[in-house]
């Protein structure tokens, strides 16, 4: 789908540089090697060789791409004709190192994938091994599980938003306001888990320690206090009139197209579907609480924005029927034995609904203490995807606005 | 140079004495900016340090610049692999001097928890001057505090002139450092042997 302009006139360019050469100045390429498959030649004359095409290469260091990310663009004029994503500068053997340690080895790493969101990491690979494994989880643990989950859910989506204005051109300001919310959070997880973002909290079966004294009327009281910041943030930002003007009708995801590209999270519902692994799943005890799932109407980036801003307020109310009644008892499965962990030969599939979207891990065990397989299906790597379909003919500032929407951490993009 | 003792008392006097030196020093570490650059999970506490919390405006260096062109520091914040070690280099070679390197978190001093990773560098001093090493996964924004208020130690003690003088006043000193190609097995050259060398066991016999 291409933009059916005139061809531009090139002679009127005084950037003879940047226009791609027509492909009769290139030599032929040489001969495939012969490394027993066969390469289908390339076309002699590309269909848009001669057009004027402008190939612009952003990254890997550029302050707009969330993290070491390159982005082919070819554009047309101003007009995104392509725009190719190129992954690997923070490539770290995650699923080597995960095959190669054993399965409590592998739990900090998972810290390290989305770094936003440790503690929904951790979640999910200990729902794929208690599967595995076959463990029950204590009630109090899936509380807390929940508690940290839904706390992470807050904190990322308020980083993102904060991150998605700065690509509006709001240098700092809304980022600084979900900061000082983030900070909050961090000191409750700090004090939780000794750690402020690699948490490395939950084991199987349960989670590595007690909350500490005054930790619940502690999180009672930053919970409290979110609803305040959610009205102060859209205060400054819903009604704006340059994020609307910005991102309204922009990068439009057809809920069709978003189903068949495996696109999950707040991508997915603002393009209404209805889907919510918390919902479908029911893992945990989320059946206990009620909570809505926001939907978007148009798919566009302010549906995004908005879908965020909503979950984020069904987070708190989640957060708030979880705090009132945390049941006593132990927090983890005193069954479970972490020395020498052998789950019986077999292969599972945990998942859940991280901040960004489906998160999963798939485990084949072959008796061993080491899993045999360790893959994980990262959801910003899926949901990134799509980028190249939802920026078709649009201006690179605004293909800017729909990656810094689409809410990708390099780190798990490529593992 | 003027007494120290002369100094003190000068100064209880109300009279303040300085060099062009010390004035010169003064004034650029009071204003390092950094380049605004992060790789990986560091990053996100490098931001957090610029947020309003631990604020690094207080020491004068809130302005992240996009560009290596006006940048005076670098920090490595996160780790750095095999495809982008080049790219790390080139921007470091990029920075106008006087330029200074912090290597944030374990990956960027060691490669950390990934070190064992086939595609992960062991540490960017392999390539890099390295000025401040942060230990720490990740660091907190506080370490990084530290690490400047380090740096900024370190240059307030550079001369400018005689034969120590700070680096980037030395003719013969390099102000760019060889970039590594991707090649088919590993980086080449594997690590750069004016900046770092393998530490050598030595044994009692």
Redesign the interface.
């Known amino acids: 789908m291409r933009p059916d302009s005139a061809e531009p006139d090139l002679s009127a360019l005084s950037t003879g540089d940047l226009v791609v050469e027509s492909p009769a100045a290139v030599p032929a390429p040489p001969p495939p090697a012969t490394s027993g498959f066969e390469l289908t030649p390339k076309p002699a004359t590309a269909p848009d060789a001669d057009r004027g095409l402008l190939e612009v290469a952003i990254g890997?260091?550029?302050?707009s791409t969330h993290?070491?990310f390159r982005l082919n663009a070819v554009l047309d004029g101003e007009r995104i004709v392509r725009f190719k994503p190129v992954f690997?500068?923070?490539?770290?053997?995650h699923e080597?190192?995960g095959e190669?340690g054993t399965y409590l080895s592998a739990m900090?790493?998972t810290d390290?994938l989305d770094?936003?969101c440790s503690l929904s990491n951790n979640w999910a690979y200990a729902l794929a091994v208690e599967k595995l494994a076959g463990l029950a989880v204590p009630e109090r643990a899936d509380y807390i599980r929940i508690i940290t989950a839904e706390l992470t859910r807050i904190q990322n989506h308020a980083a993102l938003i904060g991150f998605l204005l700065q690509e509006l051109g709001a240098m700092g300001t809304p980022?600084?306001y979900a900061?000082?919310e983030?900070?909050k959070i961090l000191d409750l997880f700090e004090a939780l888990t000794g750690a402020?973002?690699?948490c490395n909290y939950l084991r199987f079966g349960g989670c590595r320690c007690d909350l500490p004294a005054g930790w619940l009327e502690e999180c009672r009281r930053v919970v409290e206090g979110l609803p305040r910041f959610f009205d102060e943030f859209e205060n400054l930002l819903s009604t704006n009139e340059i994020l609307m003007a910005r991102t309204q009708g922009i990068g439009v995801l057809p809920p069709e197209l978003a189903v068949s590209a495996g696109v999950t999270g707040p991508m997915l519902r603002a393009s209404g579907v209805n889907y919510d692994l918390r919902k479908v799943d029911r893992y945990g005890l989320y059946d206990r609480f009620e909570f809505r799932v926001p939907l978007g109407e148009h798919g566009d980036v302010y549906d995004r924005y908005m879908v965020r801003i909503l979950e984020m307020r069904e987070s708190a109310k989640i957060l708030q029927q979880a705090l009132r009644e945390v049941p006593g008892g132990p927090i983890v499965d005193p069954k479970v034995k972490l020395r020498n962990f052998r789950p019986k030969a077999g292969e599972a599939y945990g998942r859940l609904e991280s901040p960004k979207g489906e998160l999963g891990f798939y485990l084949i065990s072959d008796g061993s203490t080491n899993p045999y397989r360790y893959r994980i299906r990262p959801p910003s790597f899926i949901n990134l995807t799509i980028l190249e379909d939802m920026c078709q003919g649009l201006t690179l500032q605004d293909a800017l606005v729909i990656l810094g929407a689409v809410d990708i951490v390099?780190?798990e993009v490529d593992r | 140079m003027i007494d120290e003792g002369l100094r003190s008392e000068l100064s209880k006097q109300g009279v303040f004495t300085t060099t062009v030196g010390e004035l010169y020093n003064w004034g650029r570490k009071n204003s390092i900016w950094p380049l605004n650059f992060g790789l990986a999970c560091c990053a996100i506490e490098m931001i957090a340090a610029s947020m309003a919390r631990f604020d690094i405006s207080r020491f004068g260096s809130e302005v992240f610049r996009p560009s290596p062109r006006q940048a005076d520091l670098m920090i490595v914040a996160g780790t750095v692999t095999k495809k982008m070690a080049p790219q790390v280099v080139r921007l470091y070679n990029q920075m106008p001097e006087p330029k200074y390197v912090i290597a944030m978190g374990a990956c960027a001093i060691s490669g950390g928890p990934f070190k064992q990773g086939y595609n992960v560098l062991k540490g960017i001093d392999r390539y890099l001057p390295v000025d401040v090493h942060i230990p720490g996964c990740p660091p907190r924004p506080e370490a990084l505090l530290h690490a400047l208020i380090t740096l900024q130690e370190k240059i307030a003690g550079q001369k400018l002139t005689g034969p120590e003088r700070a680096p980037h006043l030395q003719e013969e000193a390099p102000s760019e450092y060889p970039i590594p190609d991707y090649g088919a097995y590993d980086l080449d050259p594997p690590k750069n042997p004016d900046v770092w060398q393998p530490p050598v066991l030595a044994r009692k016999d």
């Open positions: 890997p260091h550029h302050p993290g070491v690997g500068y923070l490539h770290r053997n080597k190192i190669n900090p790493y390290r770094y936003f980022l600084m900061f000082r983030r900070e402020r973002m690699m390099m780190g």
